[in-house]
């Protein structure tokens, strides 16, 4: 088993910043990928980023392009989401999700592949 816990989500201005953060437990070398999704009210869960832990690819949705940049600490197995010129339709719940088996590809983007998932932390940008 993996736990992940999220930090860092608050309420923000448009055209703030925030970084995320995703502290991952237990058997985390059994970890292949690791990845943000983020769902809105009366919305369905999406994507935003992610990379495979053994690759140097990095993905992202087109949304978050250029915004927001997904890093990592293997020593401390925390993964972060740095959060720039946010907008009021970046509000949402933000999960860190972790996968038990190698995605490649576009498939680091579906969130039904991942295999442990964090409670969530709610971002809040104002208008």
């Known amino acids: 088993q993996v736990q992940l816990v999220e930090s860092g989500g608050g309420l923000v201005q448009a055209g703030g910043s925030l970084r995320l953060s995703c502290a991952a437990s237990?058997?985390?070398?059994?970890?292949?990928?690791m990845g943000w999704f983020r769902q809105a009210p009366g919305k369905e869960r999406e994507f935003v980023a992610a990379f495979r832990w053994n690759g140097r690819n990095t993905y992202y949705a087109d949304s978050v392009k250029g915004r927001f940049t997904i890093s990592r600490d293997n020593a401390q197995n925390t993964v972060y989401l740095q959060m720039n010129n946010l907008k009021p339709e970046d509000t949402a719940v933000y999960y860190c999700a972790a996968a038990a088996k190698d995605l490649v590809g576009v498939v680091v983007m579906v969130s039904r592949m991942y295999d442990y998932w964090g409670q969530g932390t709610q971002v809040t940008v104002s208008s």
């Open positions: 237990g058997r985390t070398f059994g970890v292949y990928a």
